[in-house]
């Protein structure tokens, strides 16, 4: 699978996808704030704390940390 840059509504479809779209991020950013290890490393990559846009090194994280969904 080629990573591209993703909006975090795409992310948390992918995840939740018989989600609302409200619920699918409310669910995913829980998952990632629950999860230290993948914050830490996001933050090294240059994630901030409202970012909607992420970068393909950053989704590669989400993938790695959180499984391909």
């Known amino acids: 699978m080629k990573i591209q840059a993703l909006h975090l509504k795409e992310i948390a479809g992918m995840y ?11 669910q995913i950013k829980r998952w990632f704030m629950y999860n230290k ?14 970012q909607r846009v992420f970068t393909p090194k950053q989704v590669q ?3 790695e940390y959180l499984g391909e969904p």
């Open 37 to 50: 290890a993948l914050m830490k490393a996001l933050s090294n990559a240059g994630y901030v704390n409202g």
């Open 16 to 26: 939740f996808p018989n989600s609302t779209p409200r619920s699918a991020n409310t």
């Open 61 to 63: 994280l989400v993938f």
